[in-house]
């Protein structure tokens, strides 16, 4: 079964602990297949910590530890003998800071299938890039300068070429860890505008310190406070009625 | 050192439409105990005044209108916030067209000239009351954003309905027996039709106040 109602990834009781600090406590969720899930609350209330967990990126973190399930297709991505670069090929990330390669636009978009062996020869490799340029939005704004130092493009371009990254290694799911927050507000509003188009293919879990950004592009939203999960729900009762007055507090701004 | 205290423009703000919803309270009391004192009284002048004065209703509707686009437009307002800005922005409509039905009664005391009155009023003075007993519970009941309040409020408006059928059933059977008299009954009938149908639009009150509290909306009265 697949669609808006099928569970993509399901946490079940997750605790994260950075050596004997608890970062993350007994936190369960569904998120749902190709829908957009934000994840809010105040800095160090557990949402990077806990989007980072859906693909193994705090495994490297020194005194790390983890607890519970994160299930994606229902198999536990903390199983024994998962290929970690596997799963972050299916579970792609696209950061704060746009980090392009110090490479051409072509080159940043290419490594990853070029790595991972994912084409056949030039002209499937040519193909990918343009497909995955188009899909993050960015190909008619580069297509007659593929050999341009992505450090050139403007950080609103730099970011989707990020997205397009994640995309050419053909993930399933991508997590954003407040990917606009370098942004402009018409840069912003056109990652936004991808992200409406990207949710058409792929699950899409975004952390924002931006409310009214959660508000705009999720369909369901969930407020983490303290490690826990407080409240998660459709955006749309989320940010008019709330159950939690936690929730409400933060929302309305009385708190955080 | 004390804590700042967050969205304190927001706050403040809320809270000058809140003042404006009850100078507008007042003002629509107002047209209704002097709508209807006109017509007890068959005071013309006073019924020229409800009118004239009609476009002070008007003008604070428009006025927390604004300010309410703006509250949004500048501070997005979420949740509890936003449930109280969109419920005052259907109250000042409500209360807006109730100054209406108060300005019906007094150009209905115009239209009567110094014909005398068909009958000692009895009723209609009651629904003049109980109008205005809603009006203001229901007011108390957004101030305190009590859903069980506002709820009573619409019980009330049984209380409304069954007098307005007493006052029909009367008028039509006067009517019945002495056709001349079908215009001043068909004037009482108008004037009493606007009383009940401000206590329709208490009713919708009700309903924004329980929507405020709750979250939940839902008709009160079918």
């Known amino acids: 079964m697949a669609g808006a109602d099928h569970p993509k990834i399901e946490v079940q009781e997750l605790n994260f602990y950075y050596g004997s600090f608890q970062a993350l406590?007994?936190?369960?969720?569904?998120?749902?297949?190709?829908?957009?899930?934000?994840l809010i609350g105040p800095s160090g209330c557990g949402k990077t910590t806990f989007l980072r967990c859906l693909n193994r990126m705090n495994d490297d973190i020194?005194?790390?530890?983890?607890?519970?399930?994160?299930?994606?297709e229902g198999e536990d991505v903390y199983e024994q003998g998962v290929d970690v670069v596997e799963l972050r090929r299916r579970v792609g990330m696209v950061f704060q800071k746009p980090n392009p390669f110090p490479q051409s636009v072509f080159d940043n978009v290419a490594f990853g299938p070029r790595v991972l062996g994912?084409?056949?020869?030039?002209?499937?490799?040519?193909?990918?890039?343009?497909?995955?340029?188009?899909?993050?939005?960015?190909?008619?704004?580069?297509?007659?300068?593929?050999?341009?130092?992505?450090?050139?493009?403007?950080?609103?371009?730099?970011?989707?070429?990020?997205?397009?990254?994640?995309?050419?290694?053909?993930?399933?799911?991508?997590?954003?860890?407040?990917?606009?927050?370098?942004?402009?507000?018409?840069?912003?509003?056109?990652?936004?505008?991808?992200?409406?188009?990207?949710?058409?293919?792929?699950?899409?879990?975004?952390v924002t310190?931006?409310?009214?950004?959660?508000?705009?592009?999720?369909?369901?939203?969930?407020?983490?406070?303290?490690?826990?999960?407080?409240?998660?729900?459709?955006?749309?009762?989320?940010?008019?009625?709330?159950?939690?007055?936690?929730?409400?507090?933060?929302?309305?701004?009385r708190m955080g | 050192m004390a804590r700042p205290r967050l969205r304190s423009t927001l706050d403040r703000e809320i809270g000058e439409i809140n003042d404006d919803l009850l100078r507008m309270h007042k003002l629509v009391?107002?047209?209704?105990?002097?709508?209807?004192?006109?017509?007890?009284?068959?005071?013309?002048a006073t019924a020229q005044q409800v009118i004239d004065e009609d476009i002070q209703i008007n003008d604070l509707r428009y006025k927390i209108e604004e300010a309410c686009l703006a509250l949004i437009a500048t501070q997005q307002p979420a949740a509890g916030d936003l449930r109280s800005i969109i419920a005052a922005m259907h109250m000042v409509v409500e209360?807006?067209?109730?100054?209406?039905?108060?300005?019906?009664?007094?150009?209905?005391?115009?239209?009567?000239?110094d014909e005398p009155l068909l009958k000692p009023l009895v009723d209609i003075p009651r629904m003049a009351e109980l109008a205005r007993e809603m009006l203001r519970q229901s007011l108390a009941a957004y101030a305190g954003r009590d859903a069980a309040k506002a709820r009573a409020v619409a019980d009330l408006d049984d209380q409304m309905d069954g007098l307005y059928k007493a006052v029909f059933s009367e008028l039509v059977e006067i009517m019945s027996h002495t056709p001349d008299s079908a215009a001043r009954a068909t004037y009482l009938l108008w004037c009493a039709h606007n009383l009940e149908r401000i206590a329709d639009r208490v009713t919708n009150i009700a309903e924004r106040v329980v929507f405020i509290a709750t979250g939940d909306m839902q008709e009160l009265n079918d």
């Open chain 2, 29 to 44: 009391d107002q047209a209704i105990v002097r709508s209807v004192d006109s017509l007890t009284r068959r005071d013309q």
């Open chain 1, 25 to 38: 406590e007994n936190v369960s969720m569904e998120i749902h297949e190709r829908q957009i899930t934000a």
């Open chain 1, 209 to 253: 310190h931006n409310m009214q950004q959660a508000a705009r592009v999720s369909d369901r939203t969930g407020l983490f406070w303290l490690g826990k999960l407080v409240e998660f729900d459709e955006a749309a009762r989320i940010f008019t009625r709330p159950t939690q007055q936690l929730t409400e507090d933060y929302i309305t701004g």
């Open chain 1, 118 to 206: 994912l084409t056949n020869g030039r002209t499937d490799l040519n193909e990918l890039v343009e497909r995955s340029l188009t899909r993050a939005a960015l190909w008619e704004e580069v297509k007659d300068d593929l050999a341009k130092e992505a450090l050139g493009l403007s950080l609103g371009e730099q970011q989707r070429l990020c997205i397009a990254r994640v995309l050419a290694v053909e993930p399933e799911i991508i997590l954003m860890d407040e990917p606009c927050s370098a942004l402009d507000p018409i840069a912003t509003a056109k990652i936004e505008e991808l992200m409406r188009q990207l949710r058409e293919r792929y699950t899409i879990v975004i």
């Open chain 2, 95 to 113: 209360m807006e067209r109730m100054g209406d039905h108060a300005t019906g009664i007094a150009k209905t005391v115009i239209r009567m000239g």
């Open chain 1, 62 to 72: 020194p005194g790390a530890r983890v607890e519970g399930k994160v299930l994606i």
